[in-house]
């Protein structure tokens, strides 16, 4: 069943998915969600809005409830669909990549050998030195070698969870567009979702946009369908005026309105017994100043 699951054309379809967390409170609801394969998705939405934990499910580290997600038309997991990636921060503080290993060793490990002219493409759009020890490089130069050890092998969905972020602004540039260069060489061979907070050299990469808020999809399309609907919106002649592309501004908004919806976080804050925060334009913590003028003392 395998091998003819791999054949299949990776389209992403979720319906009415719902993951609750134990002993907590919902992690997403009612998520239904159509990607085409070939299709370069960005996931948007405020820290906390269940963009994680989506990719986390697609990905099968948290299993999903059955029929819930579909990729290329089967259950992933259940018919055994290959090269579904998944990729995230937490990679670079385990202790084992910190030991004093060699990049090369560690590229032969997940198959470079096996794919040489990938591995070597790789090397080049990253700039990895091959003769790095782990133990002795930085954080940034850590992702490139997780971005190059989890892509040697072709996948077939690709899940990106903030993983640019360690990453120059150069360096991040080129692996977007090696991204790219995957998605349309390899024609329906290949998906990829990417939840960012970074839209440098975005404005032009995602297919589709999914707008994720409070576990739950507000809205999902073709990013050009998207970007003229909200241009529609707030007149055809409105100008950016933040200095942003076309889709920083629309990921603005949407934050700005999430923001509203659910209100400030700090609002739930409680102060110390006969103390009230009050909002001020100086002093205080993060924009926010305190009676009279000074902090309550520890307590």
């Not at 994680?52 to 819930?68: I, V, Y």
């Not at 198959?111 to 700039?127: A, I, K, N």
Request: net charge negative.
């Amino acid at each position: 069943m395998a091998p003819a699951a791999a054949a299949r054309e990776p389209s992403i379809q979720v319906s009415n998915l719902t993951y609750k967390f134990p002993d907590y409170s919902t992690g997403i609801s009612g998520i239904t969600l159509s990607l085409p394969p070939r299709s370069r998705t960005l996931l948007i939405g405020a820290n906390g809005s269940g963009k994680t934990t989506l990719l986390r499910l697609l990905s099968g580290k948290r299993l999903s409830p059955a029929g819930t997600i579909l990729v290329g038309g089967v259950d992933p997991f259940a018919e055994g669909l290959e090269g579904v990636t998944y990729l995230g921060l937490e990679w670079v503080l385990n202790a084992q990549v910190r030991t004093d290993i060699g990049v090369d060793e560690l590229l032969r490990s997940v198959g470079g050998d096996h794919f040489p002219s990938r591995r070597d493409l790789l090397v080049e759009v990253l700039d990895i030195d091959l003769s790095w020890r782990m133990h002795a490089i930085s954080d940034g130069e850590r992702r490139r070698v997780q971005l190059a050890m989890g892509l040697i092998r072709p996948w077939t969905v690709l899940l990106l969870d903030e993983i640019t972020v360690d990453l120059d602004l150069y360096t991040r540039s080129r692996f977007l567009g090696f991204l790219k260069e995957e998605t349309e060489q390899r024609g329906a061979a290949c998906t990829v979702v990417y939840a960012t907070h970074i839209l440098d050299n975005l404005a032009a990469w995602p297919t589709h946009l999914v707008h994720m808020h409070l576990g739950t999809i507000k809205s999902w399309g073709p990013t050009e369908e998207m970007l003229a609907e909200s241009q529609k919106e707030n007149g055809e002649e409105e100008a950016t005026t933040t200095g942003n592309s076309r889709l920083g501004d629309l990921v603005l908004k949407w934050l700005r309105e999430d923001l509203r919806e659910r209100g400030p976080r700090s609002q739930n804050r409680r102060a110390p017994e006969g103390k009230t925060y009050e909002m001020t334009t100086t002093g205080g913590i993060g924009g926010y100043g305190f009676e009279g003028g000074k902090p309550p003392p520890p307590r």
